[in-house]
Nanobody, 113 residues
Framework: QVQFVESGGGLVQPGGSLRLSCAASGFTFSNSAMRWYRQAPGKQRDWVAGISIGGNTVYADSVKGRFIISRDNAKNTVYLQMNSLKPEDTAVYYC???????WGQGTQVTVSS
């Protein structure tokens, strides 16, 4: 079945960086656009970034210029490089294929001094 397994989260100081990974399985990864979302405590899940089949990328205004989404079709993996992290980036981060509705367990990112 379709699965998404996120990893790479952790505790980082403001201004720091993290690289998240999402391993996808159960579908033809190279034929699917991929997206990252995040959900802060007590808030709705928000879209963060997307990457098309051809590698075109789009970002939410809140992360533009700081986050970079990329994909490796050989590894069925999508990445989110997060730089210049801020406390407001604290959330559980999830990835999802654009044609699917299920979610993985997410990975926690905490930005705090």
């Amino acid at each position: 079945q379709v699965q998404f397994v996120e990893s790479g989260g952790g505790l980082v100081q403001p201004g720091g960086s993290l690289r998240l990974s999402c391993a996808a399985s159960g579908f033809t990864f190279s034929n699917s656009a991929m997206r990252w979302y995040r959900q802060a405590p007590g808030k709705q899940r928000d879209w963060v970034a997307g990457i098309s089949i051809g590698g075109n990328t789009v970002y939410a205004d809140s992360v533009k210029g700081r986050f970079i989404i990329s994909r490796d079709n050989a590894k069925n993996t999508v990445y989110l490089q997060m730089n210049s992290l801020k406390p407001e980036d604290t959330a559980v981060y999830y990835c999802q294929g654009s044609s699917f509705s299920n979610w993985g367990q997410g990975t926690q990112v905490t930005v705090s001094s």
